[in-house]
């Protein structure tokens, strides 16, 4: 009878560990015509919200930034270090930005020039803050019911010979490409002082998989017409991001990092599984599928956590990036800055190499801020560069402070050349794809 019951639950477990991984990578990952578009349903939700609202979506906007700026202040983290204070300043800057462009107030180039706050806010902010609700809450399907459990048992044995990381370090990977870098990050954060990854581990997790969500994807999808080739972009990106990060894993400054464990943690190695993988992989599953409790109250807590995060980075993104823009129009600093990748870009054949080297050296700024120089430019330079600002993953305006907000030990001196790094190999490796389907 016992055994039965056992039975019977597995079964339970086993069904909604399926139906409802099914339901979240459709949301994600299937392509369907609608309305004359062909797109991932998440998207095409998007649109459709966003054409009900009409031009009331704009104090949605608003809403969520006044929200992100006094979130910090009643969770009193705004002055904790002095990195929250500088982006706490930035939210505000931010906010006020906004209430500019929406009631008309200030200079009048900001807001007529199409790269300045009518892209910030009307094409970049208007997206983020219905994506980003939207798709936490089709998260929730993805990570509270085995997928990354299962996915982290079966990929275990090729984590740590490519990326010299534990298994376990899949979960955050996963993490980011379906939540967030900052859903990633705080994985990271804690399993690092639980002693389950070492200093260098933690830091090869912190720079290399903790990139941002498909969510965001999709906004420099949109911006630079790829979403008819969603499907080829996104896991072109997803395989080229990883193979800078088994390469970047093995080259300095991640190189000089000792493979430790924190001290005054008890170091906690993972257990490696040598047989009947796929049984445990299905175990773990079930296993979280049991844990996973009240779908409703899943879907809430992650709907909540995207409106937290969508207020928190929205103002920022208005403020750094107008910042980064001005800098981008008004001073030669990117486009000095650009000479660094020029000779990769035109290695490559890029068709517009001066003009996508000039606009990547911009996603240092923000990650997105590449995708306004190229919109014209050819197919082949639109996909680098779309690759290019998901797979060079550091930026200044979210995720350079989200990682030295934690105990993960990496400086800022690093965090730079890291990213040099990564935009060379990302316009390398886009390229050469590039130049063989496109």
Known sequence: ?????????????????????????????????????????????????????????????????????????????????????????????????????????????????????????????????FLIPLGAIFLAFLTNYGLMEFVGVLVQPIMRPVWKTPGRSAIDAVSSFVGSYSLALLITDKVYQDGKYTKKEAAIIATGFSTVSTTFMIVVAQTLDLMGDWNFYFWTTL?????????????????????????????????????????????????????????????????????????????????????????????PVFDIIGYIFLPFAAAVQLPEATVAA??????????????????????ATRYVVAVTCISEIIFFSAVVPCIMSTSIPIKMRDLIIIWVERVILSILLAGVVALIFL
Not at 358 to 379: D, H, K, Y
Request: proline share 4%; with cysteine.
């Open 358 to 379: 000039q606009a990547l050296a911009t996603s240092i700024a923000e990650m997105s801020l590449p995708t306004v120089f190229v919109t014209g430019a050819s197919m």
């Open 1 to 129: 009878m016992s055994s039965n019951g056992e039975t019977m639950r597995n079964r339970q477990y086993l069904l909604k560990f399926i139906v409802f991984s099914v339901i979240g990578a459709f949301m994600f990952f299937v392509s369907i015509p609608y309305n004359g578009k062909s797109t991932i349903p998440l998207d095409h939700l998007t649109t459709i919200i966003r054409n009900l609202l009409g031009d009331y979506q704009k104090y949605w906007v608003l809403i969520l930034m006044v929200f992100g700026v006094f979130w910090g202040f009643y969770k009193k983290t705004w002055n904790k270090d002095v990195t929250s204070t500088i982006f706490t300043v930035f939210k505000i800057l931010g906010t006020i930005c906004a209430i500019m462009y929406i009631w008309n107030i200030g200079p009048k180039f900001l807001m007529t020039n199409d790269n300045l706050f009518p892209y910030l806010f009307g094409t970049l902010c208007q997206s983020l803050a």
């Open 239 to 331: 395989i080229i991001t990883f193979i800078i990060t088994a390469i970047v894993a093995r080259v300095y400054p991640i190189s000089k990092i000792p493979n430790e464990y924190k001290e005054g943690v008890t170091p906690k190695p993972e257990e490696t599984v040598k047989e009947k993988r796929f049984r445990k992989a299905l175990q773990e599953a079930l296993d979280a599928a049991a844990a996973s409790g009240n779908i409703g109250k899943n879907v809430w807590e992650s709907f909540r956590d995207g409106i937290v995060m969508c207020a928190s980075v929205l103002s920022t993104i208005m403020a750094i990036g107008l910042l980064g823009m001005l800098i981008a129009l008004y001073t």
